[in-house]
């Protein structure tokens, strides 16, 4: 029988996104596998988030944990998007009963654009939104490593 002591193996599954009032990037990661990948860019309605889109994707998906991005300035203070990411991450938790984590995003969508760029000159800003969201979740996977 295992010790009380020994840490578990989490097998959750985690969804992380990279919020926009125009578009919001979407990753998929496994916490036993530490494996995370792009899944899709959901475009807002009205600078909103398209909920009938998110919530097709939780029901699909049934993620444990919800990851978001914080966006901030490289000093770390507030840009004009932190209190609407802040307040999408809210919004995620209050109707999906999920736990949100909010996770530093800085360099994020310059890092994905980047990627991109090494591998095609032709590439979208909603592949970027992608790839910032994977590595937004990539991130908080490395800060939990730790604990």
């Known amino acids: 029988m295992p010790d009380s002591t ?27 596998t530490r494996t995370v990948n792009p899944l899709k860019t959901i475009n807002a309605i009205n600078n909103k988030p398209d909920w009938e889109a998110i919530s097709r994707l939780l029901k699909e998906w049934q993620p444990d944990l919800l990851v978001v991005g914080l966006p901030v300035h ?25 736990p949100v984590e909010m996770v530093d995003e800085r360099l994020t969508s310059y890092e994905a654009e980047n990627q991109l760029s090494a591998q095609s000159h032709f590439h979208d800003k909603s592949q970027i939104d992608m790839i910032a969201a994977q590595l937004i979740l990539e991130s908080w996977m490395s800060q939990q490593q730790g604990n």
């Open 74 to 98: 490289m000093d770390g203070t507030e840009q004009q998007v932190t209190k609407a990411a802040t307040r999408f991450a809210n919004q995620l938790n209050g109707r999906y009963q999920l």
């Open 6 to 32: 020994d840490k578990t193996i989490k097998h959750r599954t985690i969804m992380g996104f990279d919020f926009g009032t125009k578009r919001i990037g979407i990753a998929i990661g496994q916490e036993v």
